[in-house]
């Protein structure tokens, strides 16, 4: 049995991580923060990343017409009848989530902290979206609460950041992380498999540069081709090829093999909102994707870091 597991997974999943920390059920609770991004507000860009939907990767984030702590118990209250003992993160999702003053983030980060059972934030953000005076405000927050900090890479190779009209570079990345890291604070990182023009090989190289950095944990999502978005224009134009399930499959637990067994899967596929979607329509079967992964590992004999262990 893969050693960070309780229900046979061959990677270290983020509820066996959280079971372990705190020894009880613990949720992350998706709020809108009423934030904008500087790739649509003019600062690097004013259309966001090609796949970027209208609520800025917060599709299943809360509703913005509540404030943060309304839509934080609308959630809570319905997770507390089936674990009443449970623990919460707040998690800032939509849109970049530290592209303010610290005044402001303070305004909406400290109310959630302040809730009963809350024992940190999760906050998504850029590496090109955290000032001097921010990263300040983290630190004061990671020696007070279970922060982690999420960034936004999605690929390592500089031509794809530039085709998806990402407006940073991996050096900034770089610049960002060791920056977090210095301080003490955990950094999950978002990536994406099947963007336009990567190769199988190109979407490893991602896995194995990340696994050198030392990062706390990984999101790795499928690219999924959303209604309204320029990703969905140039899909029309050009039908590009979108990654198979069993490709999809197959990547990701190449990219597993080569990230160290100590590093937390937050996430291995996607979630799109079926009535917005484009394609591929197989990623609607989330868990059909998550067991097939497993039973594919099965298959192979393989897990997370076998073959950082070679």
């Known amino acids: 049995m893969f050693k960070n597991t309780l229900d046979n997974k061959r990677y270290y999943t983020l509820n066996y991580y959280y079971k372990k920390k705190y020894g009880s059920k613990v949720f992350k609770v998706s709020l ?12 690097v860009g004013t259309r966001g990343c090609i796949f970027c939907s209208r609520l800025g990767s917060g599709d299943f984030a809360g509703d913005l017409k509540l404030d943060l702590v309304k ?20 998690y800032f999702q939509a849109n970049t989530n530290t592209y303010a003053s610290v005044e402001e ?13 809350v024992v940190g934030l999760n906050i998504a953000t850029r590496s090109d979206a955290i000032s001097d005076e921010v990263l300040d ?4 927050l990671n020696n007070r609460c279970d922060l982690v900090v999420e960034l936004g890479l999605q690929s390592i190779h500089d031509e794809t950041l530039k085709f998806i009209n990402r407006g940073h570079t991996l050096k900034n990345f770089e610049e960002c992380f060791k920056k977090l890291k210095k301080r003490g604070i955990k950094v999950v990182v978002h990536i994406i498999n099947g963007l336009p023009n990567e190769t199988k090989d190109m979407m490893i190289k991602t896995a194995k540069y ?18 309204n978005t320029d990703l969905a224009n ?18 990701v637990i190449n990219q597993l093999e080569y990230l160290n067994e100590d590093i937390v899967i937050n996430r291995i596929t996607g979630d799109p909102v079926k009535e917005d979607l484009i394609e ?18 099965v298959r192979r004999n393989t897990y997370q870091g076998k073959k950082c262990r070679n």
């Open 210 to 227: 990340l696994n050198t950095l030392g990062i706390d944990g990984i999101k790795i999502h499928m690219l999924h081709i959303i209604k």
């Open 137 to 140: 405000y983290l630190t004061e």
């Open 32 to 43: 809108n923060g009423g934030f904008t991004c500087p790739n649509k507000d003019g600062t």
């Open 71 to 90: 839509q934080f118990n609308e959630v809570k209250n319905i997770m507390l009848k089936k674990w009443p003992q449970a623990k919460y993160i707040g």
């Open 280 to 297: 591929p329509s197989w990623l609607l079967k989330k868990f059909c994707v998550l067991n097939d992964i497993d039973k594919e590992m």
């Open 105 to 117: 983030l303070k305004e909406k980060y400290e109310p959630i902290l302040k809730l009963d059972n």
């Open 234 to 251: 140039y899909y029309n134009k050009e039908k590009f090829h979108v990654l198979t399930k069993d490709e999809y499959i197959d990547i």
